[in-house]
């Protein structure tokens, strides 16, 4: 598997399975608490905060931004997958 692939499926899992979208904040979470995400990240390394990178999510952010859609919901920011949106209208 390319390295970042099990995070970016795992992202729109994430996406797909939330009702209403997930916040950025959201989604940085729940990939910081898949295990097996944050060890295919940290493969070569051993930080002390097993956490996903801010300099990474920017990078993932925005290779995926074509496939996201972010709306108003809650007096906030969500995001859901491009596929799910054609349902929240």
């Known amino acids: 598997?390319?390295?970042?692939?099990?995070?970016?499926?795992?992202?729109?899992?994430?996406?797909?399975?939330?009702?209403?979208?997930?916040?950025?904040?959201?989604?940085?979470?729940?990939?910081?608490?898949?295990?097996?995400?944050?060890?295919?990240?940290?493969?070569?390394?051993?930080?002390?905060?097993r956490r996903l990178p801010a300099v990474l999510w920017a990078r993932i952010r925005n290779s995926i931004e074509e496939y996201v859609v972010t709306r108003e919901a809650n007096g906030g920011k969500v995001n859901s997958s491009l596929h799910m949106s054609q349902y929240l209208l």
């Open 1 to 49: 598997m390319v390295t970042g692939a099990l995070l970016v499926h795992r992202l729109f899992a994430y996406l797909h399975l939330s009702n209403l979208g997930l916040t950025e904040n959201e989604l940085v979470d729940l990939i910081s608490l898949d295990d097996e995400v944050l060890t295919d990240v940290f493969q070569y390394s051993a930080p002390p905060l």
